[in-house]
């Protein structure tokens, strides 16, 4: 075979070649496309209990408490001899609902929090602290959640949200209730009691007392 028909043969190659290179990048890309897809959607649903609180109207920020913010919580939960019951709003880890039970042991303490992550590492956690039949973690949103049967209700909150809250408080605790503001005060309600340490201050209240004496 001359060196001008082998160059023939080539060239008469060249279409088929480039259309099979064309298919191969084309099905390649698809594939590509897919994978990035698919792991998209799934980034989308792994995140999407983080993002949503911060699309609502105040955003409770999962910020874990500090050793001294328990210490000073605890110092104002004082349970009857027969049993209290206490709420966290937005419980976070959970950390706050296991110290109380822990420490606290006639007390039946339950955590309200929006992310479901965060509500089954906090069950994880109880059981391995050893509190799981005296604890509680419920995925709801905080504002659908009632707070009537507490006998102290504790809450880390935003400065956005505390208005709005006090409201709520004031609609539902029942009569005697020991109110815990951690980081921000309520705004126009009566302080009981108060411990000043910074980004670890409490501010407590008994709402609903203040209210009727009134």
């Known amino acids: 075979m001359s060196t001008i028909e082998l160059e023939k ?12 290179r064309s298919k191969t990048t084309s099905l390649s890309g698809k594939i590509l496309i897919g994978v990035t897809g698919g792991i998209a959607v799934g980034l989308s649903i792994v995140c999407y209990p983080f993002v949503a609180p911060a699309l609502r109207r ?22 009857a001899n027969r049993g209290s ?17 822990r420490t606290l042991p006639s007390i039946k303490a339950d955590g309200v929090e929006l992310n479901p992550w965060l509500v089954y590492y906090s069950r994880l956690a109880a059981l391995r602290n050893g509190v799981f039949s005296r604890t509680s973690f419920v995925r709801k949103d905080l504002w659908k959640f009632s707070l009537a049967p ?3 209700i504790e809450i880390f909150g935003v400065e956005q949200m505390m208005e709005d809250l006090e409201k709520k408080v004031l609609r539902e605790a029942a009569p005697g209730t020991t109110v815990i503001a951690c980081r921000f ?4 309600l009566k ?7 910074g980004v670890d201050s409490v501010w407590v209240y008994r709402p609903v007392a203040a209210q009727q004496d009134a």
């Open 58 to 79: 105040h955003c409770l920020p999962f910020v874990p408490a500090t050793p001294n913010q328990i210490r000073n919580v605890l110092a104002f939960v004082k349970p």
């Open 9 to 20: 043969q080539i060239a008469g190659a060249g279409p088929a070649l480039d259309g099979h």
């Open 150 to 152: 507490y006998d102290h």
């Open 185 to 188: 005060p309520f705004p126009t």
């Open 85 to 101: 019951r206490l709420l966290d709003i937005g419980s976070g880890d959970g950390r706050i609902v296991i110290a109380a039970a």
């Open 191 to 197: 302080t009981e009691s108060r411990i000043e340490e």
